[in-house]
Nanobody, 113 residues
Framework: QVYFVESGGGLVQPGGSLRLSCTTS????????MGWYRQAPGQQREFIAR???????NYRDSVKGRFTISRDNAKNTVYLHMNSLKPEDTAVYYC???????WGQGTQVTVSS
């Protein structure tokens, strides 16, 4: 069964922080490198960060030093800790494997004063 359930988005002021969460099935979580993606209005969906089963991480240049991806294997959950948020981070955020399957509904992040 393929599903991804994202949560934790919201409205935050520039410079603020949010933590996004994403749960999926144990079958998917245990097999795949997990990733976070985002899609801003009128833009294509883009890769943000990924974390392997051995906790090796990679980030898009624009979020390096501000965002941190982590995973909790006991909860089949991947997190995205976002600090120093900027208006250009405004988007719908999704998680998926690095070979994307069916997409979830995502969670909206809006950075605005």
């Amino acid at each position: 069964q393929v599903y991804f359930v994202e949560s934790g988005g919201g409205l935050v002021q520039p410079g603020g922080s949010l933590r996004l969460s994403c749960t999926t099935s144990k079958n998917i979580f245990s097999q795949y490198t997990m990733g976070w993606y985002r899609q801003a209005p009128g833009q294509q969906r883009e890769f943000i960060a990924r974390i392997s089963k051995t906790d090796i991480t990679n980030y898009r240049d624009s979020v390096k030093g501000r965002f941190t991806i982590s995973r909790d294997n006991a909860k089949n959950t991947v997190y995205l800790h976002m600090n120093s948020l900027k208006p250009e981070d405004t988007a719908v955020y999704y998680c998926n494997t690095v070979a994307p399957m069916a997409w979830g509904q995502g969670t909206q992040v809006t950075v605005s004063s």
